[in-house]
């Protein structure tokens, strides 16, 4: 199949500006890619559950498929044929005939730091009032931080600044590659070292999910597919897998490539923060995939039983 105005390559997303922000980048880059005009693709925004139930923890309610259930129905019937995705939202498991093999090159993978008046978590007040929807953040930081209040804190990145402006929190976090991709100031938040905040398992990666049998879309994306970054993401989704990770537990995890070789370090934490187990694992880059399992491997022991 060849897209054009008369065929164009449906995109499907969520509605949010990031979520659409990350879609014009996939589109503008399958443009270069297939030297197509902008007409020869139409992006569909898609209303997920995910975004229609923003009162409620996602560990409340089903989990990171919320924000693809809706998406990928409209790829399985037709609707669209290739749907653009944040990887740190994706679940491991895809519905049968789908598959994601087309990762875009990664962004920041740092966490962002936002207070109207402190630069950094040290800098708290004991007991201030901190903001988050991610249970790996609000782990991570009561370990750091037993005194701190968590309140949840969900929405899309303008929702979440409104409420920090509104005083509902003193200091919130959002990943840095969201605020890159939304062209937000540099000074918008202070970038957290991933050496004191380990990021979410494929932060500031965005994957193409297309239906198996479709040639096409399968050509099209594979000219856009970044390897480094698909690679680091079969070590840290591996981890994922093997600790069978969710938005009910919290787990982080960064890859990182030097030539031939990858090194994956990995944390997982329980619910309240008062524990925390790390591991770092080093071999060849084609070995990925089973670094990362081998890492979940050595963890579990160490869990023992109800850990999360």
């Known amino acids: 199949m060849t897209y054009s105005a008369d065929t164009p390559m449906n995109i499907g ?17 399958l ?10 693709f139409r992006i569909h925004a898609i209303k997920t559950t995910g975004d229609r139930v923003q009162d409620r923890a996602l560990s409340e309610i089903g989990g990171k498929g919320l ?85 949840e804190f969900r929405g899309n990145v303008q929702t979440r600044l409104r409420k920090l402006s509104e005083g509902v929190a003193q200091a919130t976090f959002l990943a840095m590659a969201g605020l890159k991709r939304l062209d937000m100031p540099a000074d918008t938040a202070t970038p957290i070292s991933p050496d004191d905040m380990l990021p979410a398992i494929a932060q500031g990666a965005i994957g193409i999910e297309r239906r ?59 619910p309240d923060g008062s524990e925390s187990l790390t591991e770092t694992l080093s071999g060849a880059r084609t070995e990925a995939a089973e670094i990362g399992a081998e890492m979940a491997s050595r963890l579990r022991p160490r869990m023992g039983n109800n850990f999360f």
């Open 67 to 151: 924000f693809t259930k809706e998406i990928e129905e409209a790829m399985l019937d037709g609707t669209i044929d290739i749907a653009v995705h944040s990887m740190k939202d994706m679940p491991v498991d895809l519905p049968d005939g789908l598959v994601i093999d087309c990762i875009l090159p990664r962004e920041d993978v740092r966490d962002g730091f936002l207070s109207p008046s402190v630069t950094g978590i040290a800098e708290l007040p004991h007991g201030a009032v901190v903001g988050t929807s991610s249970l790996r953040r609000r782990a991570q930081l009561q370990h750091r931080r037993p005194d701190l209040q968590v309140v």
């Open 31 to 40: 443009m270069a890619a297939l030297d197509l005009p902008e007409s020869a």
């Open 212 to 270: 198996k049998d479709d040639e096409s879309a399968a050509a099209a994306l594979a000219l856009i597919n970044d390897a480094d970054t698909q690679t680091r993401l079969f070590a840290e989704r591996a981890l994922l897998r093997g600790l069978d990770g969710s938005c009910q537990t919290p787990i982080a995890g960064l890859a990182l490539l030097d030539g031939d070789r990858i090194t994956l370090r990995g944390e997982v934490l329980r």
């Open 13 to 29: 997303t969520r509605g949010s500006p990031l979520a659409l922000a990350q879609a014009y980048e996939t589109r503008d880059r």
